[in-house]
């Protein structure tokens, strides 16, 4: 696959909770490296959106391709895609039961089958990278909210993903841990990785995001890359929502 | 404690009084009217007996079936935790006909008579199971072999090894609904970014259960499943009814022979007493180190 080629490709895709269209004939794709930071008013699908993309939630027509296989309920190929898709949630969902390390080592040896001493040492480096490895051995339930949040990210990382996903991941941190886990964001950014990122930080969007998406009650509404979406955004609900957020 | 009794009310002391004079007057009514002649001094020999000929202590009777009674219930808690974590996993199954399955199983066993589900269970599973497997012939065997001691250690004689069996059996399918309920809720009591936690990283349904939903669920439902562990020890007693030499059914058969009326069943009240009230305090305490 080369840079350029979509890595995931929403065609027409629609998505309803009972009577609620959730998502709305949505077609967008993103490319292998491409960085993608989604906003929009909450209730607007972004968190569908995401989460279609893994199979947390299905679809319900269209067609939804990602890292070159189809995402649809029943999928024999959905356990294997999952392991290529990395996912940071908002409540961190780490697991309680289990220490830092175990919570990393966990997937890699019962998932990827990989040998416990190379899973240590895997979920090692993912601590220093960011920046947490003295916590290794506490429960999750010892750690900040920006510590946990950290964690959750390197469990992704050492999954070796190739696309991480980011749902809200700093909406449920109290103010003061907001930067320490967007910057390991960005310099997880500054890999190359292929990130879809939901978040209000417009900050963090404007450093790292190739294109902006604005998501409104199920719909697209503006896709644009970061310069103009800040500046000059096409639509009226777009610009509205941005002196919202931006204003204070 | 003193202080304790500083605090009582007259009304307190009242409503104890009506309670002692309740108790005096059926007193009252056993000395009198029944004329019953209290042979309290036989009962110790029941529970330990000399014996003369072999010059030593052996467990009699009611011993015997507290033994048996003790055994049932352990192998039929451990058999009750394996059905009821199946159960419950069961109950939770994305298939429907697994969940129809399970919620079937549960109904009859809340909405049928704990007696008529033992002597069902009994009759139709544990009876076929024990003949089907020849389990009476292989256990007269062991009984009949040199190194039974291993054997009648776990199970005590062996010529009534299929009866415990079946007793076992039966008070397992009996509890295992109520352990399947119990496992549910603690399953379901999961948060649901938990599982979203282990799919996102890749995992099964099967790894998902195994690694992250059931260890969890299981330490939320420790206390209720030990507070269900004394409620099938007292349950154990209705076992009786097919003839399970446990410790209710001894007393049967020792009030039969020997006319110990309240006596024997006294003792047995208090034999289930000091072990079930026993348990609960250990749990209480175990539970509360654990917060």
Redesign the interface.
Known sequence: MSGDAAIITFDHVDKFYGDFHALKDISISVREGERMVVCGPSGSGKSTLIRCI???EFHNSGVLTVDGVEVYEDSKEI??L??E???V?Q?F?????LTVLENLT??PI???KVSPSEAEATARKYLERVRIPEQADKYPAALSGGQQQRVAIA??LC?ESRIMLFDEPTSALDPEMINEVLDVMVELADTGMTMVVVTHEMGFARKVADTMVFMDGGEIVETAPPERFFTNPASARCRAFLDQILDH | MLNKLKKLHWLDWLVLAVVLGFFAYIWWKIEGTLNYNWRWHLIPNYIFRYHTGREEWFANVLMQGLITTIRISIYASILAVILGTILGIARCAKNLTVRMLARTYLEFLRNIPPVVVIFIFFFFLSQQLITALNIESWAREIARSDNKAVWEFFFGDMRRFPSLISGVIVLALFESAFVGEIVRAGIQSV?K??R?????????RY?EMR??VL??AM?KVLPPMANQFITLIKDSAIISLISVQELTFKTVELVASTRLIFEAWITTAAFYFVICFGLSMLFRRLENRNR
């Open positions: 893994n199979g947390l356990y294997r999952r392991q898709v990395g996912m949630f409540q969902n780490l697991f309680p039961h966990i997937g019962k998932v990827r469990r992704s999954m | 948060d970014g938990q979203e936690g282990a799919r996102s990283i890749g995992m099964n790894q690694y992250i260890p969890q330490t």
